[in-house]
């Protein structure tokens, strides 16, 4: 199963091939995202993050509600001797 997730727009720029790029912070750890399908997305916004590509634009609320349901999914699996493992491409 491939999740979206949620992360904060911390800077965007073109990269030498004219492509937008924005540097994404996950709850601090912070990786190169292309911002191509969403170039409404300007810096301090939520986007959805799948495989390197933001793919869509959501507001703060729904951002914290997706990261909250991860976190309990996260302390269930936990609990049940099977740790989610959660890597950011």
């Given at each position: 199963?491939?999740?979206g997730i949620?992360?904060?727009i911390v800077?965007?720029?073109d ?5 937008r790029?924005?540097?994404?912070s ?5 990786k190169?995202v292309?911002?191509?399908?969403t170039p409404?997305a300007?810096?301090g ?5 799948h495989?390197?590509f933001?793919i869509?634009r959501l507001d ?9 349901l991860?976190?309990?999914?996260e302390?269930?699996?936990v609990?049940?001797?099977e740790?989610?493992t959660s890597?950011v491409?």
């Open positions: 199963m491939c999740l949620p992360g904060k800077s965007v720029e990269n030498p091939l004219g492509i790029m924005g540097k994404v996950f709850g601090g750890i912070v190169e292309c911002l191509a399908y409404e300007q810096v916004d939520y986007v959805i993050v495989v390197g933001a869509s703060e609320e729904e951002a914290q509600q997706t990261l909250e991860l976190a309990e999914l302390e269930i699996a609990k049940q001797g740790p989610l890597t491409q």
